[in-house]
């Protein structure tokens, strides 16, 4: 089973630029569809970014023009760069291995540790 290791977390203050890192085990990753999910205190976890093994992406509104998802398949990452951070930006960011399409992809396996960002003046 594939694990996933999230890094990259911090605090910061609004406006500012964090970015995320995950690291996936094993040999697969390349053929997977990574997503980028977040999970806000009291809410659910949601998806807000994704990229299929040929690299398209795609964006929750919220994060559309401030986030990039891209990934290096030589390393199994992926990578979420976050810009213009709000403070309704702040929650644990988790990845996954994402099965079907945007926007309605399902994660697949476990939970990493997740990294937690928090926006704040």
């Known amino acids: 089973q594939v694990q996933l290791v999230e890094s990259g977390g911090g605090s910061v203050q609004p406006g500012g630029s964090l970015t995320l890192s995950c690291v996936a085990s094993?040999?697969?990753?390349?053929?997977?569809?990574m997503g980028w999910y977040r999970q806000a205190p009291g809410r659910q976890r949601e998806l807000i970014a994704q990229?299929?093994?040929?690299?398209?992406?795609d964006y929750l509104d919220s994060v559309k023009g401030r986030f990039n998802i891209f990934r290096d398949n030589d390393k199994s990452t992926v990578y979420l760069i976050m810009n213009t951070l709000k403070p309704e930006d702040t929650a644990v960011y988790y990845c996954?291995?994402?099965?079907?399409?945007?926007?309605?992809?399902?994660?697949?396996?476990?939970w990493g540790p997740g990294t937690q960002v928090t926006v704040s003046s």
């Open positions: 094993g040999s697969k990753f390349p053929i997977y569809a």
């Open positions: 996954s291995i994402v099965l079907g399409d945007w926007p309605h992809g399902s994660p697949y396996g476990s």
């Open positions: 990229i299929t093994s040929g690299s398209n992406t």
